[in-house]
């Protein structure tokens, strides 16, 4: 099927532009709660400085780098399953009615992505690749 051909012979190169993507944008909200760039226009309290921001910035150059990407993504998936429900869904429990579409499309995106790895253009692929070299040049 043409539809099918369309798209499909690139789907590593997206997955790995995705994953990319993902954990670059995903850094700059933990570089907001961090150091305070780019300002957040609001205060920011403690806690989520303390311990949102750290998975934030960490998890998402991790998860864009691609290493350790399972883990980095399944923690930052929890982190923003936590956010959802403990901020947007106390005031509705539609997302774009309680402004957490965000918190939960990074959810759902980080679940994905811990599920399927790093795929290729990562720190991983690369550890992976030099492991199975010394494995056949040292048997």
């Excluded at 690139?10 to 570089?31: D, M, P």
């Excluded at 009615?97 to 995106?109: K, P, Q, R, S, T």
Aim: include cysteine; aromatic fraction near 18%.
């Amino acid at each position: 099927m043409k539809t099918k051909m369309f798209m499909s012979k690139y789907e590593t190169q997206v997955y790995a532009i995705l994953r990319l993507v993902a954990g670059f944008l995903f850094l700059w909200h933990g570089s907001q709660k961090l150091f305070g760039f780019p300002p957040a226009g609001h205060e920011i309290p403690a806690y989520i400085v303390f311990i949102a921001g750290p998975i934030e910035f960490f998890g998402g150059l991790l998860v864009m780098t691609g290493l350790w990407t399972r883990w980095a993504a399944f923690i930052c998936c929890g982190e923003m399953a936590y956010a959802y429900w403990s901020f947007h869904g106390l005031h509705a429990i539609l997302p774009f009615v309680n402004f957490g579409e965000l918190a939960m499309i990074y959810c759902f995106l980080f679940l994905f992505i811990s599920a399927k790895g790093s795929g290729i253009f990562s720190v991983d692929h690369l550890l992976e690749k030099r492991r199975q070299k010394q494995n056949l040049q040292n048997p």
